[in-house]
């Protein structure tokens, strides 16, 4: 629900249904979901232009999906960051981001 309410603009919403889903996420021990639901609450902030709040959810989602191994949802986060980068002309952290995504993309083949 609360995705379908960010791509419609409905930001408070969309916030609401998401904390929803991330408490119910801590509330039943699910990491990787938690993971998940931090990072579409990451993208939340960045399509509203809340910089420091999508940069700090990006930096815990990074970590979450480390602690739990998926090195997909890694590459997500980073790049999910160098995208927040990239709107704010901050381009040597972009293409800082965008390696370490790569990085992780590389990994995942390697493991394939």
């Given at each position: 629900?609360?995705?379908a309410?960010?791509?419609?603009?409905?930001?408070e919403?969309?916030?609401?249904?998401?904390?929803?889903?991330?408490?119910?996420?801590?509330?039943?021990s699910?990491?990787?979901?938690?993971?998940?639901v931090?990072?579409?609450?990451?993208?939340?902030?960045?399509?509203?232009?809340l910089w420091g709040e999508?940069?700090?959810?990006?930096?815990?989602?990074?970590?979450?999906?480390?602690?739990?191994?998926?090195?997909?949802?890694?590459?997500?986060?980073?790049?999910?960051?160098?995208?927040?980068?990239?709107?704010?002309?901050?381009?040597?952290?972009?293409?800082?981001?965008?390696?370490?995504?790569?990085?992780f993309?590389?990994?995942?083949?390697?493991?394939?």
């Amino acid at each position: 629900m609360g995705l379908a309410q960010r791509a419609l603009g409905e930001w408070e919403n969309a916030e609401r249904h998401l904390r929803a889903a991330l408490e119910l996420a801590t509330e039943t021990s699910d990491a990787h979901q938690e993971a998940s639901v931090l990072n579409a609450l990451g993208m939340l902030y960045r399509l509203q232009g809340l910089w420091g709040e999508g940069e700090m959810v990006y930096c815990e989602v990074q970590l979450r999906f480390h602690d739990v191994g998926d090195f997909y949802g890694e590459s997500q986060a980073w790049s999910n960051l160098g995208s927040l980068y990239l709107q704010r002309d901050r381009w040597t952290d972009a293409i800082a981001c965008y390696k370490k995504s790569l990085d992780f993309v590389r990994a995942l083949s390697d493991r394939v």
